[in-house]
């Protein structure tokens, strides 16, 4: 009997090329909006174009890099505690 | 009337009769009892029964209204679905401590005093203990015996609180508190160590990954969701509460993202969760307050989803790690996708839950024109994207195929993941019934376009970021120092430190004292008669002429003499008038 072939889409370097091509659309499609709609701001700069996707990559690269930073000081051993 | 009944009671009466029960009746029963619950719940009426003197208090064990109400939903749908997800279990004492825990969750959240709230808080910690114990490992061990420790201390803070504030004003009512002073101060910290808040906050990242399967999913809801409501009851607009909650969404994040253990990124998400209700009750504003209460309430349901799809994966795998796990696409889609339905509500994305509660949070901030809070809400928004939204899934479903080939989990546990990312998706697309049993009435529209594109932006530049840094996020086996540290290890330095200085003391003491000083007191005592005594007579001896072995000789005889106490009266009697003038000369 011949076995099942195993779905292993994700998998695929074409489908992850595809992924980062759908991702990379989204994020600019999602400035798109930002053209024709008057935002409400209650700060001001809340009212920019593009403002929050600005926010989103900055906020998480500097998260990203900060937790980097501090594991360097806090990252240990899974069995430190045991020792 | 059946109408009245606390529903505390029907939960913790009915984990009595737990044992009665055998096989699937029983997992049917403990299923049947929530339900029970939530109808019983649905039936109250608002108003305060259940009075009982003690001990010259008037107790109120049930207190209702629509603060209590929506909390009472929210406990019992989540047990009925927890209980649904533990239908393979056939361990009574786990359902027995669930209920217990449960039930008295619910008598914290319907109790109109605060003797018999501490009551039941006191319950729900020694109940939930043995969630954790019954892994029966020995890590999970090790972290009960901390976790109890860590919520005595928080029930002695309360308690104390209690007393000062109970004394003070001699009443026991628990409302809003107005005073701030040390005995609502030591009230306010004791409720923070259950909310899981920092420093205190290590006992949840600790205790929950090691609970067992189901104990994780039950837990999760319960004990930093009974804060939360003390919170929204006690401290309302307490702006030491905004800054307690803007630090936990950051500090859960920073820990989840360098965690690798999947329960434990879950565990540290709770924090980063809890963190906006605290800022909402800060904020204190009816439409923060409303945020609180509805954000709890989503969160109950997608962080017990998350639990869910994380459990299953464990018992259908018995791995946890990041670095263990991978690939499961392939096995487990349903476990997949209900997770990520629950990752996506939690990162709030438009048209799940977390979307329409936390947004209540965030406006609550702006319509106070609150820049910073709003700024760190946004921030921290962004951030659970990262560390909940994509890469609970993403490692544990994708990243690198680990060879695990687990196959899907038991039906049981699908149908209750199914039915919480239902009320993900329900509660997202149609918030009213949910905005409905809210404390305060809601004039609020989650879905406007701005708010849309802005979240839809904020998102999709984080999961760019994510993937952008994915080398930089990838797993190690490693764990965090976090402030757990100061009990686990630093207990052994304290010891160390306290062999090293006390003992030492005592080391030096008895170097000088016992074997120096009494060994010295002890060689004066018995040569000192002779050293006076040739110290006065060498020189007499001397100036009289004596000289080498003769003088010898004499110091040789008197030695003798003085040490054997045969030296003539003459020597002794001067002997005794020095003495007794060195002492006359002292004294």
């Known amino acids: 009997m011949k076995q099942k072939k195993e779905f292993d889409y994700f998998d695929r370097p074409e489908t992850i090329k595809k992924l980062w091509i759908l991702l990379y659309v989204v ?7 930002d053209f024709f709609t008057e935002r409400h701001a209650y700060f001001g700069i809340d009212g920019y ?33 045991d020792r | 009337m059946i109408g009245d009944f606390p529903p505390a009671a029907l939960l913790i009466l009915g984990a009595l009769l737990v044992p009665f029960f055998k096989g699937n009746a029983r997992n049917w029963y403990v299923i049947i009892l929530p339900a029970l619950a939530f109808y019983l719940i649905s039936q109250l009426q ?3 029964s259940w009075q009982i003197h003690f001990f010259g208090f008037d107790l109120t064990f049930l207190r209702v209204d629509k603060l209590s109400k929506v909390f009472g939903y929210i406990f019992t749908l989540n047990a009925f679905a927890a209980f649904i997800y533990s239908f393979y279990l056939k361990d009574s004492t786990q359902h027995m401590a669930a209920l217990f825990y449960i039930g008295s969750a619910l008598g914290v959240v319907f109790a109109g005093d605060m003797v018999s709230l501490y009551f039941f808080w006191e319950v729900m910690a020694v109940a939930s203990t043995f969630l954790i114990l019954a892994r029966k490992t020995e890590k999970a061990q090790g972290s009960a015996m901390r976790y109890i420790l860590v919520h005595i201390f928080g029930g002695l803070c309360l308690l104390a609180g209690l007393v000062i504030y109970i004394n003070q004003t001699g009443s026991i009512a628990f409302d809003a508190m107005t005073d701030r002073n040390l005995g609502t101060y030591l009230i306010l910290i004791g409720i923070l160590v259950n909310a899981a808040a920092p420093p205190m906050h290590a006992w949840l990242p600790d205790s929950y990954p090691e609970a067992t399967v189901t104990g994780g999913v039950i837990l999760s809801a319960y004990t930093t969701k009974t804060a939360v409501y003390t919170l929204i009851r006690g401290f309302p607009g307490w702006e030491i509460l905004i800054v307690v909650g803007c630090i936990m969404t950051i500090y859960g994040i920073i820990y989840a993202l360098l965690e690798n253990d999947m329960r434990r990124i879950l565990a540290y998400s709770i924090i980063n969760q809890v963190g906006f209700m605290v800022t909402g009750v800060g904020i204190g504003t009816m439409m923060s307050l409303n945020g609180a209460a509805a954000h709890a309430f989503c969160h109950i349901i997608y962080k017990a989803l998350l639990w869910m799809s994380a459990g299953s994966v464990l018992y259908m ?14 096995t487990m889609p349903w476990t997949l996708i209900f997770g990520t339905i629950g990752a996506l509500a939690i990162s709030s994305v438009p048209a799940t839950s977390g979307f329409t509660s936390k947004s209540l949070i965030i406006d609550g901030a702006s319509h106070e024109h609150l820049f910073w809070v709003w700024l760190i809400l946004e921030i ?21 195929d680990k060879g695990l080939r687990p196959g899907e989990t038991n039906k049981s546990m699908l149908i209750a993941m199914g039915f919480l990312a239902f009320l993900c998706i329900f509660l997202g697309l149609y918030p009213k019934p949910l905005y409905d049993i809210l404390p305060y009435e809601v004039h609020y529209q989650a879905y406007t376009i701005n708010h849309v594109v802005a979240q839809l932006q904020l998102l999709s530049l984080s999961a760019l970021v994510f993937f952008l840094f994915l080398k930089l996020l990838k797993r190690t086996e490693t764990i965090s120092i976090d402030t757990d540290w100061f009990y686990r290890k630093g207990g052994r330095l304290f010891y160390y430190l306290m062999d090293k200085s006390l003992n030492g003391v005592n080391r030096f ?22 050293i006076f005594t040739l110290g006065i007579l060498i020189p007499l001896w001397s100036v009289s002429g004596l000289k080498g072995e003769k003088l010898q000789g004499r110091i040789e005889t008197t030695r003798a003499a003085l040490q054997t106490g045969t030296a003539p009266v003459g020597i002794g009697a001067a002997l005794a008038t020095i003495f007794l003038v060195i002492i006359f000369l002292l004294t």
């Open chain 2, 46 to 48: 608002p108003g305060s």
């Open chain 2, 317 to 330: 795998t018995g791995k946890s790690k990041c670095t263990d796990l991978g690939g499961l696409y392939k």
């Open chain 2, 380 to 400: 921290a928004s962004a951030g659970v994207f990262l560390h909940a939204g994509i890469k609970f899934p993403y490692f544990v479903f994708f990243a690198k």
């Open chain 1, 49 to 81: 174009f593009g403002f929050f996707a600005l926010l989103g990559f900055i906020s998480c690269a500097v998260l990203i890099l900060f937790s980097k930073l501090i594991a360097l000081v806090l990252k240990t051993k899974e069995d430190y505690y």
């Open chain 1, 27 to 33: 994020c600019v499609l999602t400035t798109v909006p």
């Open chain 2, 509 to 530: 003491a008895n170097r000088v004292f016992a074997e120096g000083l009494a060994g010295f007191a002890g060689r004066m005592s018995r040569r000192g008669p002779e």
